[in-house]
């Protein structure tokens, strides 16, 4: 959803944590009657996947930026 991408980019709260869920939560139970558990479920999730997700490439990156220590 663009506007909760929107929202979690704002420096509101750390990397979006609480506001995403928030938006969530009202914004199912709005459009489709969602239980309030299922938007904070599904913005966890998405939060956990995007985590999960970036951490290999963090890995690469802080891998290929260490300084190389040439033996001569």
Do not use: C
Not at 50 to 64: D, E, I, M, S, T
């Amino acid at each position: 959803m663009p506007i909760v991408n929107t929202l979690t980019a704002l420096p509101i709260s750390f990397a979006g944590i609480g506001v995403r869920e928030s938006l969530f939560q009202v914004l199912l139970r709005d459009l489709r009657r969602a239980p309030e558990a299922v938007g904070v479920l599904i913005g966890a999730l998405g939060f956990a996947i995007r985590l999960l997700w970036g951490l290999p490439g963090g890995a690469a990156f802080l891998w290929y930026r260490l300084p190389r220590v040439s033996k001569k």
